[in-house]
């Protein structure tokens, strides 16, 4: 089975001034469909030079980058803007909605710019299919400022899907979020995973990076270790537990 994604001695170099940055040092990598990856890595460790270069938002120095088969690592500046609308979806630690904009008309965003001519009906009926699976159909109505940080994350998360990419990009989807809503999102993208689709998720996190399949540490513009997680963490469980021990501090302060 060809890989999705599959990268072929990466490199990045920087250029500032006298001095020259080498923020990837060579990374070659294969991720197949349906997997769940998490990338993690200290500031400076080429982590987010390598989740961009994922993202055709920049292009490597040397080597190639084959998306779904197509090797972007040259094309010009339109063309990645093309394979980005087409074949990724991006959710971001700062859920980036228009305030102004309702839930349903963030999600159908995307399909604005998509090269597909695409009705009005049926960017709405794809919208709601899409806030339905992140389960928010019944608030496609409302504005990000009437939902919770957790629920915008999701209208987020619905609008990276509308287009019907290939590979889900996270940069820090939970970093703005607390424990409970973190861990309701990820049981979000295990569900989606579970689906088939694939996600790479940049998160500095161990206790988030636990819920993917595979992690990927990145140490000096190079991929250190390449580890399948053990005893992986799955939302639902992680939801009963907090809900067991949110029960036991009820029952401790306020006894029958």
């Known amino acids: 089975m060809q890989p999705v994604v599959k990268l072929e001695d990466i490199h ?29 890595g200290a500031s400076g460790s080429g982590k987010s030079t390598l989740m961009n270069t994922l993202g055709c938002l920049d292009q490597p120095t040397s080597g190639r980058y084959l998306l779904d088969g197509i090797d972007v690592s040259r094309l010009e500046r339109n063309q990645r803007a093309d394979i980005r609308n087409q074949k990724l979806g991006f959710v971001f630690q700062g859920f980036n909605l228009l305030p102004r904009t309702t839930a349903l008309e963030n999600v159908e965003l995307p399909m ?3 090269k597909e001519r695409i009705s009005s009906r049926e960017m709405r009926d794809r919208a709601m ?29 619905a609008r990276s899907l509308v287009n019907r990419p290939q590979v889900l990009l996270a940069d820090e989807p939970t970093g703005n979020l607390d424990t409970r809503t973190s861990i309701e999102v990820m049981g979000v993208f295990q569900k989606l995973n579970d689906e088939g689709i694939t996600i790479v998720m940049v998160t500095h996190e161990l206790d988030i990076a636990r819920f993917c399949k595979r992690n990927l540490i990145v140490r000096d513009g190079q991929v250190v270790r390449d580890e399948t997680v053990a005893n ?12 067991a021990a949110e029960t036991a501090a009820k029952l401790i302060h306020h006894p029958a």
């Open 232 to 243: 992986r963490s799955l939302a639902p469980v992680e939801i009963a537990k907090l809900q």
């Open 129 to 157: 299919q899409a806030l339905e699976i992140v389960g928010l159909a019944k608030r496609h109505d409302h504005f990000p400022s009437q939902l919770s940080g957790g629920q915008q994350q999701r209208v987020a998360i």
């Open 12 to 40: 990045r170099v920087y250029d500032s001034g006298e001095v020259k940055v080498h923020a990837v040092r060579g990374i070659s990598l294969a991720i197949n469909k349906g997997e769940f990856i998490a990338i993690m």
């Open 112 to 114: 604005l710019y998509s």
